[in-house]
């Protein structure tokens, strides 16, 4: 059983950085995916951007190539996104979530969920 804990977010204004955090514990399997979800308001959930546990490979959704970029802890067993160049559509909830290398990018297929942190970008 995994557990996820995110914490980060807030409100900035356009063009600035926000990190996002997710802290892992529990059981991870070798081939397993952790990544993030956002989901702005009246939208669907949709995905962000994930690393995989073993080799270590990344992706990202076209929204956020050269901006966003995700990196592992192994030491502190936590998720990093740091968000830079942040845009006013990029204002949603974000989750954490793992799941089998198959469920990425697909939300309903993901495991395990961690609680949401707002991250809100002004104009």
């Known amino acids: 059983d995994v557990q996820l804990q995110a914490s980060g977010g807030g409100l900035v204004q356009a063009g600035w950085s926000l990190r996002v955090s997710c802290a892992v514990s529990?059981?991870?399997?070798?081939?397993?995916?952790i990544g993030w979800f956002r989901q702005a308001p009246g939208k669907e959930r949709e995905a962000v951007s994930c690393i995989r546990t073993s080799g270590g490979r990344i992706f990202y959704a076209d929204s956020v190539k050269g901006r966003f970029t995700i990196s592992k802890d192994n030491a502190k067993n936590t998720i990093h996104l740091e968000m830079n160049s942040l845009k006013p559509e990029d204002t949603a909830v974000y989750y954490c979530?793992?799941?089998?290398?198959?469920?990425?990018?697909?939300?309903?297929?993901?495991?395990?969920w961690g609680q949401g942190t707002q991250v809100t970008v002004s104009s």
């Open positions: 529990g059981v991870i399997g070798d081939e397993y995916t």
């Open positions: 979530a793992a799941g089998d290398t198959e469920a990425w990018p697909r939300p309903e297929r993901m495991d395990s």
